[in-house]
Protein backbone atom coordinates (compact mmCIF):
# COMPACT_ATOMS: atom_id res chain seq x y z
CA UNK A 1 0.00 0.00 0.00
CA UNK A 2 1.59 3.30 -0.89
CA UNK A 3 0.77 5.73 2.04
CA UNK A 4 1.04 9.06 1.97
CA UNK A 5 1.56 10.70 5.47
CA UNK A 6 1.12 14.75 5.94
CA UNK A 7 2.74 15.56 9.33
CA UNK A 8 1.10 18.84 10.45
CA UNK A 9 2.99 19.60 13.53
CA UNK A 10 5.39 22.42 13.00
CA UNK A 11 7.99 20.41 15.63
CA UNK A 12 8.22 17.68 12.68
CA UNK A 13 10.00 14.35 13.80
CA UNK A 14 9.51 15.93 17.44
CA UNK A 15 5.54 15.80 17.09
CA UNK A 16 3.78 14.79 20.21
CA UNK A 17 1.33 13.09 17.52
CA UNK A 18 3.63 11.17 15.65
CA UNK A 19 4.82 9.23 18.09
CA UNK A 20 1.32 7.59 17.37
CA UNK A 21 1.41 7.66 13.67
CA UNK A 22 4.87 5.75 13.96
CA UNK A 23 3.08 2.83 15.81
CA UNK A 24 0.09 2.51 14.04
CA UNK A 25 2.66 2.81 10.56
CA UNK A 26 4.86 -0.28 12.25
CA UNK A 27 1.82 -2.32 12.84
CA UNK A 28 0.60 -2.15 9.51
CA UNK A 29 4.32 -3.02 8.56
CA UNK A 30 3.44 -6.30 10.76
CA UNK A 31 1.20 -7.03 8.11
CA UNK A 32 3.35 -6.85 4.95
CA UNK A 33 5.86 -4.25 3.85
CA UNK A 34 4.16 -0.45 3.16
CA UNK A 35 5.15 1.88 1.22
CA UNK A 36 5.33 5.33 3.33
CA UNK A 37 6.35 8.99 2.59
CA UNK A 38 6.00 11.67 4.70
CA UNK A 39 5.49 15.23 4.05
CA UNK A 40 6.45 17.63 6.75
CA UNK A 41 4.14 19.71 5.76
CA UNK A 42 5.63 23.24 7.49
CA UNK A 43 8.78 22.64 5.24
CA UNK A 44 6.65 23.28 1.79
CA UNK A 45 6.10 26.19 -0.08
CA UNK A 46 2.53 26.18 -0.14
CA UNK A 47 0.66 29.81 -1.12
CA UNK A 48 -2.69 30.37 -0.02
CA UNK A 49 -5.84 29.49 -2.21
CA UNK A 50 -6.86 33.01 -3.31
CA UNK A 51 -10.59 31.86 -4.05
CA UNK A 52 -9.82 32.51 -7.96
CA UNK A 53 -11.41 28.91 -8.87
CA UNK A 54 -9.58 28.85 -11.94
CA UNK A 55 -8.30 25.50 -11.35
CA UNK A 56 -11.67 24.52 -11.27
CA UNK A 57 -12.66 25.57 -14.44
CA UNK A 58 -9.22 25.01 -16.43
CA UNK A 59 -9.00 21.17 -15.81
CA UNK A 60 -7.31 21.25 -12.45
CA UNK A 61 -3.89 23.70 -13.19
CA UNK A 62 -3.65 25.90 -10.25
CA UNK A 63 -2.35 29.95 -10.67
CA UNK A 64 0.25 29.46 -8.08
CA UNK A 65 3.14 27.28 -9.27
CA UNK A 66 4.71 26.35 -5.97
CA UNK A 67 4.64 22.64 -4.18
CA UNK A 68 1.21 21.74 -4.47
CA UNK A 69 1.28 20.60 -8.04
CA UNK A 70 4.01 18.04 -6.74
CA UNK A 71 1.65 16.72 -3.97
CA UNK A 72 -1.19 16.83 -5.99
CA UNK A 73 0.57 14.54 -8.07
CA UNK A 74 1.51 12.26 -4.79
CA UNK A 75 -1.79 12.51 -3.30
CA UNK A 76 -3.60 10.12 -6.89
CA UNK A 77 -0.26 7.85 -6.82
CA UNK A 78 -1.46 6.83 -3.29
CA UNK A 79 -3.87 4.68 -1.67
CA UNK A 80 -3.83 5.83 1.72
CA UNK A 81 -3.77 9.41 2.75
CA UNK A 82 -2.73 9.60 6.38
CA UNK A 83 -3.19 13.47 7.92
CA UNK A 84 -1.09 13.63 11.70
CA UNK A 85 -1.31 16.65 13.45
CA UNK A 86 -2.10 18.13 16.57
CA UNK A 87 -4.79 20.19 17.91
CA UNK A 88 -4.83 23.47 17.18
CA UNK A 89 -8.03 25.78 18.66
CA UNK A 90 -9.90 22.62 17.85
CA UNK A 91 -8.98 21.66 14.54
CA UNK A 92 -5.97 21.12 12.28
CA UNK A 93 -2.62 23.63 12.61
CA UNK A 94 -3.02 26.10 9.79
CA UNK A 95 -0.54 25.02 7.24
CA UNK A 96 -2.18 22.12 7.26
CA UNK A 97 -5.62 23.34 6.45
CA UNK A 98 -3.94 25.74 4.24
CA UNK A 99 -2.77 22.18 2.20
CA UNK A 100 -6.14 21.30 2.16
CA UNK A 101 -7.47 24.38 0.78
CA UNK A 102 -5.60 23.53 -2.23
CA UNK A 103 -6.32 20.03 -3.10
CA UNK A 104 -9.33 22.38 -4.73
CA UNK A 105 -7.90 22.00 -7.98
CA UNK A 106 -9.30 18.15 -7.84
CA UNK A 107 -12.69 19.47 -8.20
CA UNK A 108 -14.98 20.93 -10.84
CA UNK A 109 -17.17 23.63 -10.33
CA UNK A 110 -20.01 21.45 -11.14
CA UNK A 111 -21.87 19.68 -8.26
CA UNK A 112 -24.21 16.33 -7.59
CA UNK A 113 -26.01 15.45 -4.83
CA UNK A 114 -24.94 12.89 -2.32
CA UNK A 115 -27.33 12.02 -0.08
CA UNK A 116 -28.48 15.06 1.60
CA UNK A 117 -26.15 17.16 0.74
CA UNK A 118 -24.11 19.01 -2.85
CA UNK A 119 -20.86 17.56 -3.36
CA UNK A 120 -18.49 18.98 -6.28
CA UNK A 121 -17.76 16.63 -9.17
CA UNK A 122 -13.99 15.67 -9.27
CA UNK A 123 -11.60 16.54 -12.28
CA UNK A 124 -9.24 13.81 -11.18
CA UNK A 125 -10.34 9.68 -9.83
CA UNK A 126 -9.49 9.80 -6.65
CA UNK A 127 -12.20 7.17 -5.30
CA UNK A 128 -9.34 4.69 -4.72
CA UNK A 129 -8.34 6.82 -1.64
CA UNK A 130 -8.72 6.14 1.88
CA UNK A 131 -8.54 8.97 4.78
CA UNK A 132 -6.69 8.13 8.17
CA UNK A 133 -7.08 11.13 10.47
CA UNK A 134 -4.37 10.75 14.11
CA UNK A 135 -4.82 13.54 16.09
CA UNK A 136 -3.49 14.02 19.39
CA UNK A 137 -4.02 17.17 22.15
CA UNK A 138 -2.71 18.45 25.26
CA UNK A 139 -5.88 17.76 27.73
CA UNK A 140 -6.23 14.99 29.41
CA UNK A 141 -10.17 14.70 27.96
CA UNK A 142 -11.57 13.81 24.57
CA UNK A 143 -15.32 14.65 24.55
CA UNK A 144 -15.50 18.75 24.12
CA UNK A 145 -11.90 18.82 22.85
CA UNK A 146 -12.05 16.49 19.20
CA UNK A 147 -15.46 17.22 18.25
CA UNK A 148 -14.80 20.04 15.60
CA UNK A 149 -11.88 18.65 14.19
CA UNK A 150 -13.60 15.17 14.00
CA UNK A 151 -16.49 16.61 12.02
CA UNK A 152 -14.33 19.06 9.87
CA UNK A 153 -12.25 15.61 8.61
CA UNK A 154 -15.73 13.58 8.23
CA UNK A 155 -16.96 15.96 5.78
CA UNK A 156 -13.94 16.55 3.87
CA UNK A 157 -13.93 12.71 3.38
CA UNK A 158 -17.36 11.52 3.57
CA UNK A 159 -16.41 7.71 2.79
CA UNK A 160 -13.08 5.60 4.06
CA UNK A 161 -12.35 7.47 6.83
CA UNK A 162 -10.85 5.76 9.95
CA UNK A 163 -10.20 8.43 13.30
CA UNK A 164 -8.16 8.22 15.76
CA UNK A 165 -7.53 10.94 18.62
CA UNK A 166 -5.66 10.45 21.56
CA UNK A 167 -5.60 13.17 24.93
CA UNK A 168 -2.56 13.41 27.13
CA UNK A 169 -0.09 13.24 24.14
CA UNK A 170 2.40 15.42 25.47
CA UNK A 171 3.23 12.26 27.55
CA UNK A 172 4.74 10.50 24.33
CA UNK A 173 6.90 13.01 24.57
CA UNK A 174 8.24 12.24 28.07
CA UNK A 175 10.49 9.36 29.00
CA UNK A 176 9.39 9.49 32.58
CA UNK A 177 6.04 8.67 31.53
CA UNK A 178 7.09 5.24 29.68
CA UNK A 179 5.13 3.06 32.27
CA UNK A 180 1.44 3.92 30.85
CA UNK A 181 2.93 5.44 26.92
CA UNK A 182 4.22 2.36 25.87
CA UNK A 183 1.54 0.14 26.63
CA UNK A 184 -1.07 2.76 24.75
CA UNK A 185 1.97 2.55 21.66
CA UNK A 186 1.24 -1.12 21.52
CA UNK A 187 -2.16 -0.70 20.93
CA UNK A 188 -1.94 1.21 17.90
CA UNK A 189 0.30 -1.10 16.71
CA UNK A 190 -2.23 -3.32 17.37
CA UNK A 191 -4.95 -1.42 15.48
CA UNK A 192 -2.47 -0.67 12.33
CA UNK A 193 -1.96 -4.32 11.93
CA UNK A 194 -5.79 -4.78 12.30
CA UNK A 195 -6.06 -1.70 9.77
CA UNK A 196 -4.10 -3.72 7.38
CA UNK A 197 -5.46 -6.68 7.38
CA UNK A 198 -9.09 -5.55 7.10
CA UNK A 199 -9.49 -1.85 6.89
CA UNK A 200 -11.04 -0.87 10.00
CA UNK A 201 -10.26 -0.80 13.72
CA UNK A 202 -12.09 -2.77 16.56
CA UNK A 203 -14.29 -0.55 18.20
CA UNK A 204 -13.54 -1.54 21.78
CA UNK A 205 -9.35 -1.36 20.81
CA UNK A 206 -10.21 2.33 19.16
CA UNK A 207 -12.50 3.26 22.22
CA UNK A 208 -8.98 2.21 24.39
CA UNK A 209 -6.63 3.97 22.54
CA UNK A 210 -8.27 7.13 22.42
CA UNK A 211 -9.04 7.39 26.14
CA UNK A 212 -6.73 8.98 28.77
CA UNK A 213 -3.51 7.39 29.72
CA UNK A 214 -3.97 8.75 33.27
CA UNK A 215 -6.82 10.00 35.20
CA UNK A 216 -7.93 13.28 34.11
CA UNK A 217 -7.31 15.05 37.47
CA UNK A 218 -3.68 13.36 37.84
CA UNK A 219 -2.97 15.12 34.41
CA UNK A 220 -3.66 18.32 35.00
CA UNK A 221 -2.18 18.16 38.30
CA UNK A 222 0.95 17.51 36.72
CA UNK A 223 0.71 20.01 33.89
CA UNK A 224 -0.05 22.42 36.51
CA UNK A 225 3.11 21.46 38.80
CA UNK A 226 0.73 20.39 41.46
CA UNK A 227 1.90 16.65 41.34
Do not use: W
Not at 129 to 140: N, Q, R, T, V
Not at 159 to 175: G, L
Request: glycine share 6%.
Amino acid sequence: MKILVFNGSPKKEESDTLHITRAFLEGMEQTEPQEVSMIHVIDQHIEFCSGCLSCMRNGGVCRHNDDMRFILEQILAGDLLLFSFPLYCYGMPAMLKNLIDRTLPLSSMAMQKVGDRYEHVGQADFSHLKYLMICGCGFPNSTHNFEPAVAQFKLMFPSSHTIITVPESPMFNAPEAAAVTVPRLELVKTAGKQYAECGEINAELLAEICSPMIPEEVYAQIVNGEA
